[in-house]
């Protein structure tokens, strides 16, 4: 008896409580509460007490205060008492105790239990400081993060075991109050699931809101599963996409978790066969971009993790247009190489290509090109083989951030040509087209091609058309480009293709179009030695400006062939270049134009000069004195006809001459006859 009130009256010193002695020899009961010992506000809370067999009454008494009696009734049980508490308050926190009684004896006091009332005080943060995934048997550092001051922050795990951790937090006034909890061994035969909480020190029993919970994956040594993403892991921003995880049948939870992230998703595993977990992700934000693994739970334990999948976010940056081109061409023989150029104006620090929206090749570093003021990467596929076809975006992006990309550019489809024969490819509206004229080119074989492709060079794309048969036997396309613009100039090249070969035939000829009035500038152009000469002779037409000229196209009206383009030179205050032509015959007889045009835009051009119309003559007659001196200094060839010509002037003037001293002498011979006469 002594024994038993000296214990109870310690415990009593100890809790700072007063509780009241009983007296008996009945065994203690046991107390426990439903649903637990932590609880939220507004929960409804049970106590059990159980007793044994005869007790006529039971008392629940919290921090040593009488709270409740029930008396039994002998239709219920008489092993157990239950007192209930709905809707729960900070007020209901504490510790209970409770005891029974006989007619004739009275119990000793349960073990005190705890009732804990959660939900007073704003929750806490709980990170990983490390990597939410850990091998078996290590460790691994908690971070608990409160906006309470002077709160004891506290560290509770689920499971049986329920073990928790309590510390004093560190504050300043640059930050909220903080404690690091160093967990562990953590094994892989269990889950960490873990949450914080902080608490007034006069009030232990009434705690903050719970912490977001926090699960740390302990790597086990089942087979780990496989991860992927739909409908790739390349995603424009905003898109709806899933990732699925896929492991042991027996597998009872799938965890998600993105490297470098303080956090991880789970969820239950499907019921159905293959047992795959679905991560569904609404619309893609710059925040899901990264490098993810997931692995599973079972009650044999932790899997390895998966693979790492690393999902890209498309279409973050939007400042300039990105342009991916093929050069020479995108359509390049068997065995030889093609260099594809990804340019844009923004300064990005890396450019990647893309295949089938994969990742095909190494990022570059971008360089400047004074030149275009862009910047530009140069990837290049040497020898070119049936792995190097399919359609390429490319896309840039900044080092600090290598999974946020630009918006792509458009698609560039590469494709291998054969020796079969080639095309031809012609406009029929010239070479030269003034702004909004329409433009139709017209592909065109003797071998029957199933369809054409026209590709412009530094374009981003192959148009296709099936072909069309004449009654000449001829297979042939039109090409209809809309009307004439800046976008519409370039050099053009077609193909021709059987629809049971993914190969394109050899390559037409190069056909230039160039787009009129894009220079502020009309060039002038004028004929020497005169716009009429015969046929033998040289002409120079002289195309000038006194505007910068790069280059001067010179073409002839109703010509199929294709402009003459000769570099200027600056000489005379003026920017000019000669086009030479000797021996000219009546077929360069025509009306010529001249343009101009700047290196930085090769196919567009001025206003054109005035028409100058060139008259060559089969006659033999000359048509005047200058064009015979131009033409006696030229070419060596007419010397015989030039020096002929010559002898037969100088008899005419010496005949002039010796007409004139006759006519001189007859005139004086008649003066003086009239002079004697007057005499």
Known sequence: MTFTFTALLCLGLTLSLWIPVLTGSLPKPILRVQPDSVVSMGTTVTFICEETIGAKESDLYRNGNLQRTVLKNHQKSAEKTEFSFSNVGHHNAGQYQCSYRTHTKSSDYSEPLELVV????????????????????GYVTLKCESSQDNHTLILTVEGPQKPSWRQEPECSYTQKCHALFDVGPLTSNQRWIFRCYSYEKNTPQVWSAPSEPLEILVSGKLQKPTIKAEPGSLIPYGRAMTIWCQGDLDAEIYFLYKEGSHNTQSTQTLQQPGNKAKFFIRSVAQRHAGQYRCCCYSSAGWSEPSDTLELVVTGIYNYYALVLSGLPSPVVPEGGNVTLHCTSHNRYDKFILTKEDQKFTNSLDTEFISSTRQYQATFVMRPMTPNYTGTFRCYGYYKRKPQLWSVPSELLKVLISG???????????????????????????????????????????????????????????????????????????????????????????PLDILITGHLPDTPSLSVMPNSTVHSGENV??????????????????????????????????????????????????????????????????????????????????????????????????????????????????????????????????????HHAAGK
């Not at 809309?482 to 976008?487: K, L």
Request: charged share 15%.
């Open 118 to 137: 959660t939900g007073d005080y704003w929750k806490p943060s709980l990170s990983a400081q490390t990597n939410p995934v850990v091998t078996s048997g």
């Open 540 to 673: 120079t037409l002289m195309c000038w400006s006194m505007y910068s000229v790069d280059t001067f196209i010179l073409s002839k009206e109703g010509s199929g062939q294709p402009p003459l383009r000769l570099k200027s030179k600056f000489q005379d205050q003026q920017y000019q270049s000669e086009f030479s032509m000797s021996a000219v015959t009546s077929k360069l007889s025509g009306t010529y134009r001249c343009y101009g045009s700047r290196d930085s835009s090769l196919y567009l051009l001025s206003f054109a000069s005035a028409p100058v119309e060139l008259i060559v003559s089969e006659s033999n007659e000359a048509s005047s004195w200058p064009a015979k001196r131009f033409i006696t200094t030229a070419t060596p060839e007419n010397q015989d006809h030039t020096m002929e010509n010559l002898i037969r002037m100088g008899m005419a003037v010496l005949v002039l001459i010796v007409l004139s001293i006759l006519a001189a002498e007859a005139w004086q011979s008649h003066r003086q006859t």
């Open 419 to 509: 020796p079969s024969g080639k095309p031809s490819l012609l406009s029929h509206q010239g070479h030269i087209l003034d702004p909004g004229m329409s433009l139709t080119l017209q592909c065109y074989s003797d071998t029957k091609y199933d369809k054409f492709a026209l590709y412009k060079e530094g374009g981003a794309d192959i148009m296709e058309s099936f072909s069309q048969w004449t009654k000449a036997g001829l297979s042939m396309a039109n090409f209809t480009l809309g009307y004439g613009s800046h976008s519409t100039g370039g050099q053009y090249r077609c193909y021709g293709a059987h629809n049971l070969s993914s190969e394109l035939s050899a390559s037409s000829d």
